[in-house]
């Protein structure tokens, strides 16, 4: 299939999982720097103080994203450079970083696409009760407004939040993630004010009269039932409200799944007006793909979303409905979802290779929500053990998913979806959150003891691809 000429092709990275440099330009601790500082949170007892060294070698990586025809670049800013402490002053080197970043982007005709939280909240917030805590969505506002007049100008567009879902699940009901919450209750008013200090950021930065379309960034997954039994029909339903009817249902319809309560089994306090802040239209819808959820009620949980001390060892991680019930104790009923149906392809994260479920997301969106704005795929991709031999790595497995990603993509299209980018994740390999350097989801290569960049065969690919497009 052939995109629109004006189409996006380009590649996503977070500020956390790149950057390094976290004590550099008076950066202020993060959630993430505290939680890589406790022992078994990691899984390679790794951190991210290095990264790719993004901070010192972005003009070289921008040059990369350049040179692989690239006409955009997703990234986040980490709010504890622009506000590191506890008075919110603004910490102007902080600023002139992502400014001189964003500057560059646009010298090299790379759209900047902004995300302002991506996962880095200041500690001194989570010390204040971190997002359980409505005076959060303030600050949030507060930060999201300094980001706004700097750059709001200059950047292609500006996502608010990325993966709400993820901070709320895997920070504050599996805590596999920082802050490593453990709690129901606390994991769903996470959500609402995540969804809160979205909607509210975006009427401040309208105020504010910033030019950039504003929007945010969910994951989003097709739930199957693994059979027509009522109990797996429950798992799935479940598993539905909790990753994509929450977040959709809130922005698009103005209030959560009736079903929200009796599913999840907690309910969310909801101020009068906060849904109507909420669903504040937005100017697009970034959606994050990787794989279908499969709802059984006797199913196991995905071993990477336990904590380490019901986890079996990183090997089994990868091969998920070996792994033991170990861990089925800590939330009963919700993660009681198995992620992969027998004989199914996998990628070194342990997920199933499924490209019809980016398809189906999107479908999904265009016949409930007849409000939603364009999206754009802002991440997409796939982890391998890669093997770097002679100086080259070849990846065809990489290539291949990158292909069926675009080939679904495009049958939305032709469906009528409007899609107008696509963002392979990642550009670099990352700091990928709990499992530390140890998964590899680049389409280049980084050897982070020289921090030598090669870019994959899947990027030689992605290079060419994007040049017939044009
Ligand atoms: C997404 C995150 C991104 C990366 C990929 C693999 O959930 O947004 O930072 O970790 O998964």
Redesign the pocket.
Known sequence: MNFPRDFLWGAAT?AF?IEGANTEDGRGESIWDRFCRTEGNIADGSDGSQACDHYHRWPDDLDLAKWLNLNAWRFSVAWPRIQPTADGKINQKGLDFYSRLVDGMLERGLAPYMTLY??DLPQYLQDKGGWESRETVDRFVEYATIVGRALGDRVASIATF??PF?TAYLGHWMGVHAPGIQNPATSVQVTHHQLLSHGRAVQALRQEGVKAPLGIVL?LAPVHPASDRSQDIRASDRHDVAQNRLYLDGLFLGKYPERCTELLGVEPKITEGDMEVISTPIDFLGV?Y?RRAIGSADGVPSPHFLRKENREDLAQRQAPQSSSTNGAAQDKEFKRTVELPPGAQITA?GWEVYHEGLRECLEDIKRRYANAPPIYIT?S?A?FDDEMVDGRVDDPRRTAYLQGQIAALGRAMSNGVDVRGYFV??LLDNF??ALGYSKR?GITHIDYATQQRTPKESALWYRHFVGTQR
Request: net charge negative; proline share 0%; no cysteine.
């Open positions: 977070a999982q991506h996962w990325n993966e993820v994951n994050n990787y994260m991440e991709g982890a994740w990642s990928e959150w989801f």
